[in-house]
């Protein structure tokens, strides 16, 4: 099994059709420890249940947007595990108002926000993690096709995605010196609960399975597989990457 013996560390599961679910799935299946890091305490009473079902050995609270929860999040980490193989993010918010109508009118704070939680919890996490981390451990992201193209109704969350990935070459070079991996999945359009708030998403869904080489829209499996080439070793030598998980949709022309 590919990731027998190794922790990994999940943030973003929400419910069973969320991509770090599927994430988690995948590890889990493969050997794999987890842990499951949630944002808010309402969401706790949704998370204990899918962490019973993937049999992850804790879960743990850390509101991203602060270091003081990233920290003890870190500490707490630190007591039960001591050490991290796997660190997955998959985290993104923007206000649903900056997700609609024209860029040029997002606010201040919405910018703010959109930057905050979808990128720059990243490189927090990055950093308060770090010293847990074994050499040859990997952290994985999520991006999207529209952190390089124009999407409708994407918006600034196409902006924070682009950072994202900018975010993930930088941390490659700092994370290397200590042989750590990071790496970014930018998967095709599934639906789940974040995907709901774009406006026209089921578009977008009939666009990549109109277009795409591979004719069809993908799975949670087809991520999870992706995640787990980039969790285990047979990815010991690819770093600061952005592999496409899009049917190929993101290689069309006109």
Not at 165 to 191: F, H, M, T, W
Not at 239 to 253: Q, R
């Amino acid at each position: 099994m590919l990731m027998r013996g190794k922790k990994a560390l999940v943030f973003g599961v929400v419910n069973e059709r969320s991509i770090a679910y599927g994430i988690a799935k995948s590890l889990r299946d493969e050997g794999a420890s987890l842990a499951l890091g949630y944002a808010a305490e309402p969401i706790r009473k949704r998370i204990e249940p899918i962490a019973e079902n993937l049999g992850a050995d804790f879960v743990f609270a850390c509101n991203v947007t602060s270091d003081e929860e990233i920290a003890r999040a870190a500490g707490l980490v630190r007591e039960k595990w001591g050490t991290v193989d796997c660190l997955v993010h998959s985290i993104a918010y923007a206000n649903r108002e900056d997700l609609a109508g024209r860029f040029i009118d997002t606010s201040r704070e919405g910018f703010r926000v959109a930057l905050d939680v979808s990128a720059y919890s990243l490189v927090a996490l990055c950093r308060a993690f770090e010293p847990l981390f074994v050499s040859g451990a990997s952290v994985m992201t999520l991006s999207y096709y529209g952190s390089g193209r124009v999407v409708a109704n994407y918006n600034a969350m196409g902006v924070a995605k682009s950072a994202l990935e900018a975010s993930v070459r930088y941390l490659a070079v700092d994370l290397g010196q200590s042989g750590v991996r990071i790496n970014a999945i930018s998967a095709g359009p599934v639906k789940t609960m974040a995907a709901s708030a774009i406006s026209g998403f089921r578009t977008i869904l009939e666009t990549i399975e109109n277009r795409s080489p591979l004719g069809r829209n993908i799975t949670l499996s087809d991520i999870g597989g992706c995640a787990l080439y980039l969790a285990s070793d047979l990815s010991s030598g690819t770093t600061g990457e952005v592999i496409f998980v899009d049917s190929g949709y993101n290689i069309m022309g006109v």
